[in-house]
C-alpha cells in the first residue's frame, strides 16, 4: 500500500470532477487558471474552499480505511468509519471517523473498540486543474496561500479538544488508544504540546501519513514522538 502523495491527490481531484463535482467545487477561479489553492505571487484569500472539505472529508476517510484495513485483520478487528457509541463521548453528530473494533457494525459498545482515529487530512499541495485529464502539479504546501491539514491551528485545535472529550466520557473511554491522522508536518508551536499530549496520555501520537510533503525543511518528528511521519507501511508493523 502506497501512503500519501501528490499521486493520491491528483486521484481525488480526477475522481470528483468524474462523478460528482464542478472544477468550482475543488478550485479557486482566479485570472490565469483554475488552482487548488491560491498561489503566493498572485492575490486573493488563502483559506480552503468550503465546497471541497467535505469531498476531501469523504475521501480521505475511505482512503484511511483502505489503507489501515489490512492491519485491522492480522489482529482479527475491523477498521470501521463513522463510529458511534455515546458511552464514550461518540455521538453520531460526532462520531470517530476510524475505529478498529471487534465488530463491523457503526454502533459500538465500549468494550468492543479497541482503537480511535481522529482523521485531519486535506489537499497539501497545489495544482492547476486545465481538464478533467490533466490536473498538473505546480508546488508544495509551502509555495500557497493554504494551511492545509495539520498546519491548520484550528484542525489541531479540535482533534485534541474531541480526543479529550473522549478522555472524560467514562471510565471505559480511558482505556481507548487515540490517535490523530494527518498528511502534513506540524507547526513550531505546537511540538511542546503534542508531545505533552502523548506524555500525559491524552493523545497517543499525531501520525503524518505524508513521507514527503515538501522537499524543504519541515518538522518530521517531536523528540517524544508525539508527533511521527511515517515514512514506509513497514513502520505499522509489530
Known sequence: MLLWNN???????????????????????????YFAYVPKNVDGEGQTLQSRNS????FTEKWTKDLFSQIAIKYGLYAVNSVVCEEVGLPKRSNADLAFCTTHSVIQRPENIKLIFEIKMSIVSNYKYIN????????????????PAL??????????GKSINIRVSGV??????????GNSPITDSYIKKVDFLKTAGVIQG?????????NSEHIRNTSNKGFQTIENFEMFQP
Open 7 to 33: 499521486e493520491t491527490e491528483i486521484q481525488f481531484f480526477a475522481e470528483a470532477l468524474k462523478n460528482f463535482a464542478s472544477p468550482e467545487q475543488l478550485f479557486y477561479n482566479l485570472n490565469s487558471g
Open 132 to 147: 478533467p485529464h490533466n490536473i498538473l502539479f505546480i508546488g508544495d504546501y509551502k509555495s500557497h496561500k493554504g494551511n
Open 172 to 181: 471505559e473511554s480511558t482505556k481507548i488508544p487515540i490517535i490523530i491522522l
Open 206 to 214: 499525531f501520525w503524518s501519513l505524508n513521507p514527503k510533503p515538501t
Open 151 to 160: 498546519l491548520r491551528s484550528d484542525s489541531m485545535l479540535k482533534a485534541i
Open 55 to 58: 469531498l476531501i472529508g469523504q
